[in-house]
């Protein structure tokens, strides 16, 4: 398990990190590869959606584009102060400070749940994806993006030792160990050469 599946770990990470997170982001992660993946939801302006490890609401902005309530949740106050500052503490978005793996909502409270770039630093992925399945509609959706497997064996190495990195066979299997039957795998990229995202897209059973 990498340094930072860790939650206490990745709470300190993002204390330092989200003092400059905006402005390093798009290196990884950038607003037309966000943009694709939430195309590919085909939101409804009435869907209720959680946006799970929000940080400081790169996601939940663009989402605000497509829907009139979204739901943040993040386990850094940190990370979340900074989404305060760009929507209010009580504005259009209701902010949790909360944990992935125990996601303070009713059963089939949302349509859709999303979740970008967080999954990479849960130490049980598969119990966070049953607590995104749980909250979820029947036939809803719940999309979440993480880091591709590096190809070559040494960043693979380096990979490992820091947090999640996964090809499309391991998000099947933790998919599927989560209770999912249906779902598809993207692979997202901003240019040759930049890092990669998969992105799944999974139908929560009837
Ligand atoms: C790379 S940032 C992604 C932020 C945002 N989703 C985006 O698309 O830019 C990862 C976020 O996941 C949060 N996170 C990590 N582990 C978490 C957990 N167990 N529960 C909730 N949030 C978590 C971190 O605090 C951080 O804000």
Redesign the pocket.
Known sequence: MGVLEN?AR?RTF?KYLSKVYDQI?PFI?DERMRDEAIEMLGLSADDRVL?????TG??TEGLLEHVDTVYG????PH?LSKAYQKFGKRGDVRFHL????RLPFRDDAFDVVWS???IE??PNPVVALRECRRITKPGGQVLIVGPDYPNSTIFQKLADAIMLFYDESEATRMFEAAGYEAFEHHIQQSRPGSPRAITTIAQVPE
């Open positions: 939650k990745a993002y982001n992660w946006d799970v490890g929000c940080g790169f996601a949740l993040d386990q850094s990370q909360g944990d992935a793996e970008s770039g967080s630093y849960w």
